[in-house]
């Protein structure tokens, strides 16, 4: 069983600018994924991966 994550990124003024950080990354992704790294219970690396489809006219092909 894994123990719960402790942070004291709530009472910092870094823990409210990586949550804010996260929630701008979170609204300029249309169809994507966050993935946030956390190491010894402290966030250590955010990666955004995001898709851009390609339309293509089918009646071309």
């Given at each position: ?5 402790e942070t004291d990124y ?18 300029g992704i249309r169809f ?18 995001e898709k851009f489809r ?8």
């Amino acid at each position: 069983m894994s123990r719960p994550i402790e942070t004291d990124y709530s009472k910092s003024s870094l823990g409210q600018d990586v949550a804010q950080h996260i929630m701008s990354i979170l609204q300029g992704i249309r169809f994507g994924s966050l993935e946030i790294v956390v190491h010894d219970g402290r966030i250590v690396q955010i990666d955004k991966h995001e898709k851009f489809r390609i339309k293509t006219d089918s009646a071309t092909h």
